[in-house]
């Protein structure tokens, strides 16, 4: 087994509940070692090749090269003690970590991120990275290589690379961004391997032949969403409120094969040109897709019954709201919205085959006195037929870690957008078996 490290996005939790969805639903047996809201550490087999743009929340993906107790970490850089910090540069000697560096015929360029999770240790994170930068550059001056080490601005907050630098430098295909991950007792060094590239997910957001300005899903977050319904290559899967296809078009750079409904003719014209862009830009063979309009309370009529494998969507979120709501005109917003929602469980549960899952974003709207507001769903999807699949349980973890039992509590996953008063609340759930 190797360690691979995973680098998450804003919103920590989401990105871990993709990643282990993404695995189980690929049925690749995996060992969480660590997680923390800075990076993840995960055990998989050697021959085992995860695809960074299959996954929305994950900005880096590296490999571990070496590892060591944080406590030695702790003392090598917070009490500047030189044996343990000649222990540490002995490790990442032998570590090979310099060796695909020192193969390139130029100069070396190469750079040093710090994630830590360990609080005493974050602020020694400058500290960190020269360090590592220059045992570096002393074993590539060891191989006869000469070697740039890239640095950082004073006004930034961590010593880490954006994603948006390794990519524009270069630094996965010259295996040249080193990795720090330290966590509460073990600390790992790596290698990136992959990095996220966001100009792909911008080129499907704003490049598309049609838009929906107001409450439009991030692509990034449409891919999450797919990966949390567990849908893979040949599965067949529906978006009952499909608006302009964000999540279609996700779905199918997955191979499934999609289906959309929407009850404006408008997006269903613009939902079916969005996929054919699709389908030209990425040069996907044989892609199956089918745009339908159609009110959600006749779906199994449209659709048939139990026909789709998942089901992945977000229905009407309420106004868009200029400013912060009081409790009683937030409520006032949900039970609006409740009809809508509590007759789409039912259609849901009729076109969805047994064993198959719903991934549904339902409003979650935080007031002026800090509470928040929420959709009342899950005492109807259960009364229809469905189970709630919590995005966390307790046998996904190695034993005696840290966190998890808060963690395998989650009922929900929660995304608030800065830029909206109204965030998303998304929920698993699986249709029960017969």
């Known amino acids: 087994m190797l360690t691979r490290l995973f680098i998450s996005g804003k919103n920590w939790k989401l990105s871990l509940a993709e990643i282990l969805a993404y695995l189980n639903a690929k049925e690749i047996k995996f060992d969480v070692h660590f997680f923390s809201k800075e990076f993840f550490a995960l055990d998989l087999k050697p021959e085992i090749s995860i695809a960074i743009e299959d996954l929305g929340g994950t900005i880096k993906i590296g490999l571990a090269k070496t590892e060591f107790e944080t406590q030695i970490a702790k003392q090598a850089f917070c009490e500047r003690n030189k044996q343990t910090q000649s222990q540490i540069a002995a490790a990442l000697g032998s570590s090979g970590l310099v060796d695909a560096m020192a ?14 999770s360990d609080k005493t240790l974050r602020p020694q994170s400058g500290v960190i990275q020269r360090f590592i930068g220059s045992t570096v550059k002393d074993e590539l001056a060891s191989c006869g290589k000469k070697s740039r080490f890239m640095g950082f601005s004073k006004d930034r907050r961590l010593p880490q690379l954006s994603h948006v630098e390794v990519l524009k430098k270069k630094l996965v295909e010259n295996q040249a961004e080193v990795l720090l991950c330290v966590g509460r007792e073990q600390t790992w060094v790596g290698t990136t391997v992959s990095v996220h590239n966001p100009f792909e997910f911008q080129k499907r957001d704003i490049y598309k032949p049609n838009q929906r300005r107001i409450f439009a899903m991030p692509p990034r977050l449409a891919r999450i969403m797919v990966n949390l319904s567990a849908c893979t290559s040949k599965k067949v899967l529906l978006d009952p409120f499909c608006g302009v296809g964000t999540i279609l078009q996700e779905a199918l750079l997955t191979k499934a094969a999609v289906v959309g409904v929407d009850a404006n003719s408008w997006c269903v014209k613009a939902t079916s040109e969005n996929l054919e862009w699709l389908q030209r830009e990425y040069n996907i063979e044989g892609a199956d897709f089918r745009v339908l309009q159609g009110d959600v309370s006749k779906l199994a009529l449209k659709i048939g019954q139990e026909t789709v494998d998942c089901i992945v969507t977000e229905p009407d979120l309420g106004p868009a709201l200029r400013q912060v709501p009081t409790g009683p005109y937030a409520l006032k917003i949900i039970q609006k919205l409740e009809p809508l929602y509590f007759g789409f469980a039912e259609e849901a549960y009729r076109v969805l085959k047994t064993g198959g899952r719903l991934v549904l974003v339902t409003p979650y709207i935080v007031t002026r006195s800090g509470q928040a507001v929420t959709m009342p ?50 929920h698993i759930y699986q249709k029960l078996t017969v």
């Open 103 to 116: 193969k390139s015929s130029r100069k070396v360029f190469f750079g040093v991120s710090v994630y830590a």
């Open 377 to 426: 769903i899950d005492e109807r999807l259960k009364d229809v037929g469905f189970k709630r699949v919590r995005p966390f349980a307790k046998e996904m973890f190695s034993e005696k870690l840290e966190g998890v039992e808060e963690l395998s509590e989650l009922d929900s996953l929660v995304e608030v957008d800065d830029r909206h008063k109204v965030g998303r609340e998304i």
